[in-house]
C-alpha cells in the first residue's frame, strides 16, 4: 500500500470500491488500442475540417480505472488527469491518463514512438502495465 495515502482513506476505498488498492498502486490493463481524429478549429462550429492531428487511445476501465482515481489525491493535474508510468512490452515512459465521463475510465495515449517500437496502431489489442 502506497505510504503517502492515508488510512483512514484507504479503508473508505477498500469499503466503496470492494477492494483493496494494489500494492504500491500497479496494474496490468489489456484492451484495443483506438484514434482520435481532431477537426480545424477555425472550422470546428460549421463541423470543421479533418485535422492532421490524430491520437492513439487505450481507453482505462473497470477496477484499474476505480484504482487509479482511489490513488489520484496529491498525482493529479490539469483537467483531472493523473501522473502515471507506463510499459507496452520492452518500452516505458511517463504519462498522463485523462478522465472519460462516456467511458467511466481514462484515456491512455499511446504516443507514436512507442507505437512503432511495439508495431501496434489503431484496432490492435495491447496490454499495459501501469503504475502512480
Given at each position: 500500500m502506497d505510504p503517502d495515502l492515508d488510512p483512514e482513506l484507504?479503508?473508505?476505498?477498500?469499503?466503496e470500491l470492494g477492494h483493496d488498492l494494489p500494492a504500491g498502486g500497479a496494474w496490468t490493463f489489456t484492451g484495443p488500442l483506438w484514434i482520435?481524429?481532431?477537426k480545424s478549429?477555425?472550422?470546428?462550429?460549421?463541423?470543421?475540417?479533418p485535422s492532421p492531428m490524430s491520437w492513439h487511445?487505450?481507453?482505462i476501465t473497470?477496477?484499474?480505472?476505480?484504482?487509479?482515481?482511489?490513488?489520484?489525491?496529491?498525482?493529479?493535474?490539469?483537467w483531472g488527469s493523473v501522473y502515471v508510468k507506463v510499459r507496452l512490452g520492452g518500452t516505458s515512459w511517463a504519462?498522463?491518463?485523462?478522465?472519460?465521463?462516456?467511458?467511466g475510465?481514462?484515456?491512455?495515449?499511446v504516443k507514436a514512438?512507442?507505437?512503432?517500437?511495439?508495431?501496434v496502431g489503431e484496432g490492435d489489442t495491447v496490454t499495459v502495465e501501469l503504475s502512480l
Open positions: 484507504i479503508r473508505f476505498l477498500r469499503e482520435w481524429k481532431g478549429a477555425d472550422n470546428a462550429a460549421a463541423g470543421g475540417k487511445f487505450l481507453t473497470g477496477p484499474v480505472a476505480d484504482g487509479i482515481r482511489a490513488g489520484a489525491p496529491g498525482r493529479s493535474a490539469a504519462t498522463s491518463v485523462f478522465p472519460s465521463k462516456e467511458a475510465g481514462y484515456l491512455l495515449p514512438a512507442v507505437r512503432k517500437k511495439e508495431g
